[in-house]
């Protein structure tokens, strides 16, 4: 398989600014950086992305992919990043089919969402088959604490998301950005890039600190992941497609707690692991 | 001031699912309603928004304003909303000028952002002056105790963002949404129908439970609002646009504590009500 190019455009991802407490005394703040990144396909302006900018090259791989502007990685020349101007410049081999219409349609998604979403991905549920992933309690509760292991730049300034891949609870990737749109999107560029068959997305489990949205239920079908996990809870339109995609949503999970909204035939429970219920 | 005409299209704002918990019981769980609304203009489709849908005429209103496509709220003759279908019909008295141009550009923003960006926001910032409003720090403490006290959907489902606007330490109104950028621009359609002049943005408090992002902070600034709480985090942008602009953001505010990251001269410091500082 022919791979793009990739640059490996790297900044600070965490700045100092002085605050003032409420005893009033200046004091130093650790803080997110967050800078826009503007995504030129073939010379032409796509959209400009507000990101904490850790893995950029992955980002836009991942942005092309979950808006479906490119069927495969291949179709990829290269990604060049250059945070001195804010540009990722992305060359096609053949160019993008159809371009000016799969950039037509604007959905401005929930939350945290990705913001536009090109193309009539909704329509597109319907041919998304998932794999058999199964998840046990015993993964889960190991991928709860990996996560709180690993938490970075937001333990040091807050004000991030992280999402993170695993196989089942062996940690893959942990991407951390001002929005949480751009972490999904880093991952699914990074999946992308390892080839992304429904073999390899079988066994994943995708974890995110936001709430499981329409849009977050949507990115991880497309991505092949049957079990997403979530610190944060879920909402009707995320609920309701899970369960229409056979999607395993796990929300308010923190240390031993948990909710299974929907798919539990995946989730193997093991419910002494628990410790004992709380008297009601 | 001829005011548009509004529907009051009210829909419920939260759901009961079954749940499994980690003890492997059945029970309910009460989660944020999410639903799409597509915005016709002049029966021209804008955009689609995924959102709670509490207010929904003031959001489309608010949205409409933000996105600078609208520079009057004259200029609307009314807005129907229509929940069976999920769509808003928003009729214009004489049409919106460069309507193609306004819509043009796009910026993808930050985590909870708006999503896409109309029009050149960022170059907007050097036209916009301020009100002269301070807070002091009991008055603060109040806001955050008032917060505290209203917020219902979050309570009840969980996954919701919460907006509010007061003058001073008086709450004028709570918004809740799916998406923090849809409380923000309810509000803003809500203080549009007040009529949005310098006098009336003075003395007025933003709250949100999210961060403080760039564009959070240039809505603000757009609506006239010169002092911002959060109970999280400030981005690099969002902190350098503050500064650029003058406006008081306090961010991490929970209970007694709190942050100020920019423009202090707006808030007056009361340390004693703070308590005793904590020994290093």
């Not at 990739?6 to 130093?28: D, K, M, P, W, Y």
């Not at 791989?61 to 990043?81: F, K, P």
Request: a neutral charge; one cysteine or more; hydrophobic letters at 40%.
């Amino acid at each position: 398989m022919q791979l793009p190019l990739l640059t490996e455009a790297r900044a600070s991802l965490t700045a100092q600014v002085s605050a003032i407490n409420e005893f009033g005394e200046h004091t130093s703040a650790s803080i997110p950086a967050e800078r826009a990144l503007t995504i030129y396909v073939d010379k032409k302006e796509l959209v400009t992305l507000m990101t904490l900018g850790a893995w950029p090259e992955w980002l836009v791989l991942g942005y092309l992919r979950n808006q479906r502007l490119v069927d495969s990685v291949q179709e990829i020349e290269s990604i060049t990043v250059d945070w001195d101007v804010g540009v990722a410049a992305v060359k096609t081999r053949h160019g993008i089919a159809q371009y000016e219409e799969k950039t037509a349609k604007r959905v401005v998604t929930t939350g945290c969402g990705q913001g536009s979403m090109f193309g009539d991905l909704m329509a597109s549920i319907e041919s998304i088959h998932l794999p058999g992933t199964t998840l046990t309690q015993a993964q889960l509760y190991a991928i709860v604490s990996a996560i709180r292991l690993k938490e970075s730049t937001y333990k040091s300034a807050g004000s991030v998301h992280g999402c993170a891949l695993f196989a089942q609870d062996e940690l893959l990737l942990f991407v951390e950005d001002v929005g949480r749109h751009n972490a999904i999107d880093t991952i699914a560029g990074w999946m992308w890039l390892q080839g992304s068959s429904q073999v390899q997305a079988e066994g994943k489990v995708f974890y995110t600190t936001g709430r499981l949205t329409s849009e977050m239920v949507i990115k991880s079908a497309q991505m092949g992941v049957a079990v997403v996990v979530s610190r944060s809870g879920i909402t009707q339109m995320g609920h309701q497609l899970a369960q229409q995609l056979g999607l395993c949503t796990i929300g308010r999970a923190t240390n031993k707690r948990f909710l299974c909204y929907s798919a539990p035939e995946r989730l193997q429970m093991q419910p002494a692991l628990a410790g004992n219920p709380q008297p009601p």
